[in-house]
């Protein structure tokens, strides 16, 4: 395994190159990253790397002196250049010097990259070999530190491991947390079904090891800590509490905060924290590990904090199941609704049962059981409704809200939606209008989300050649040029607001690729997103 490191002033860059690829496949471990030559230059004496990739161009020291002031002291190691179109004149500079390859920032793909690294790799073997050394790290190439370390803190957190085995295995793969004064943090993405569908499934495994990159690149290095891997949308991180410092919570909840908005700056998803208390050894981290998924867990009953500590859920009353029947009483309350179709009287009886629901303490399991049975007798009175379960062509099915949603916020919304569509169901209201405006009001309505063609006839039980033909002879425009302004009109008042960034507002519209929704724009409006806000 050889060891790796990555120069570059723009965090996205060196973010984006470490997540690119699984490095320790390709037999290279990443030891550290910096933000500029100087940094970079202490940080390589400290680990003597292998290879570096850095950028020409960066504040402080750039790359040129720094492989010139590296080289004096690294002479084996081997250096990869990014560069931009227009530095081509650093490049030969570099070259001279001994730069191994330059890669174009631009044009850096997994496949680029994977090519150049069996190259270097071979170079680097054959070096090795002929001086008779071996300058890998002292574990078997088939499992990467990193996999080690996951093995590691997975152990501990089974409860698998002695202290005393922990503090050997501790030691040898060099793990940065004591067991002493360390907590457990659980973030997790929200809502990553919805997250997921925005990636093809082999950019899935790079959407996670860019959330993991960026968490190890903004925890300042005053944390001891490791990040790891957790279950699906879950990242682990292990931290020893900061000497000295007068309030252990309050640092740790600032850690969190800096983390969460992280993530929200650079890649628009927003996290959830579970936060254990401090335990004094690694025979312990099995208990903080509980404590901060129990703290996590409670994110279900109260959504409206983003870092939830296992010190502030403990002293809640526990939650206990409930009797789940609908009541005779809530059964002619809501039949009296449903009879008149009051929307106004829907939501304050809809939130008399989850005030009800909160006053008897209901668990997470009761809780989501009598949203069903409420279901249930909804259909019973609604059953035209009952055979088109989605409100839209896009959202969850109520049902699959109700079992699979993150919060009772969601499922509790999710149900008053229904409730309302089938007052409109029952009404007649959809039946009496034309296909066209019913696709009309769905794109009005659901322009954000993936919307197509399909899924609007499928919705509105018509076949999607028939719609196509009506909705351009009604309309006078086809149904994709009709979503196309009606996300770039409501792209046009958000730049106008001018407190979004470019990329927010094209996931706003309903374009997860901020680069294709700007050329898109162009295309419509002449301008580019940015000259239109100016």
Known sequence: ???????????????????????????????????NGKEGLEMALATSPDLIITDIKMPVMDGLQFIRELSLNLKACKY????????????????????????????????SLTDLLAVIRDKLQTEHESQGSNRKLPYNVTRGLGHLKEDYFKDLISGFISEQAAKARAEELEIKVRGSGLA??????NHFDRVKKKYVEKDEKLLRFSILNIIEEVIPAKWDREVIL???????????????????????????????????????????????????????????????ELALGYRFFDSTKNVLFYEDVAKLPSREP???????????????????KDEQQ???????????????????????????????????????????????????????????????????QSVLDYMKYCFEVDSSMMRERTYTE??????????????????????????????????????GENFISFLTRVR??????????????????????????????????????????????E
């Open 1 to 35: 395994m050889y060891k790796l490191m990555i120069v570059d002033d723009e965090l996205l860059m060196r973010v984006g190159i470490r997540s690119m690829i699984d490095w320790e496949e390709h037999g290279f471990h990443v030891v550290g990253e910096a933000g």
């Open 80 to 111: 990869v250049i990014l560069s931009n179109f227009d530095e081509f004149a650093y490049v030969k500079e570099a070259l001279k010097l001994g730069a191994a390859d330059y890669l174009i920032k631009s044009e850096i793909s997994p496949a």
């Open 184 to 189: 457990v943090l659980i973030f997790k993405v």
């Open 230 to 292: 957790g279950d699906s949308s879950e990242y682990l991180v292990f931290v020893n509490t900061l000497i000295g410092s007068g309030s252990i919570r309050g640092d740790i909840g600032r850690l969190c905060d800096k983390i969460i908005l992280s993530i929200k700056d650079f890649m628009n998803l927003e996290l959830t924290a579970g936060v254990s208390t401090v335990v004094a050894s690694y025979k312990s981290v099995k208990t903080a590990y509980e404590e901060a």
């Open 322 to 340: 409930v009797i789940t029947l609908i009541t005779p009483d809530e059964e002619h309350d809501f039949a009296a609704v449903w009879e008149s």
């Open 346 to 412: 829907a939501a304050e009886l809809l939130g008399g049962f989850r005030s009800r629901l909160a006053e008897l303490r209901a668990n997470e399991h009761s809780i989501r059981e009598k949203y069903i049975l409420l279901m249930e007798q909804m259909h019973t009175h609604f059953p035209l409704a009952a055979k088109r379960l989605r409100p839209s062509p896009v959202e969850r099915s109520p049902y699959e809200t109700i079992l699979r949603g993150e919060n009772w916020g969601d499922i509790h």
């Open 438 to 475: 019913m696709a009309v009001d769905i794109i009005n309505k659901y322009y954000a989300e993936d919307i197509s063609l399909q899924s609007v006839a499928g919705q509105i039980n018509v076949n999607p050649s028939y719609l196509s033909r009506i909705f351009k002879q009604e309309q």
């Open 488 to 533: 770039i009109e409501r792209a046009k008042a958000y730049l106008k607001g001018g407190k979004l960034k470019v990329y927010e507002i094209a996931d706003k519209v309903g374009y997860h690729n901020h680069t294709y929704f700007s050329k898109i724009f162009k295309k419509i409006t002449g301008v580019s997103p940015e000259d239109y806000r």
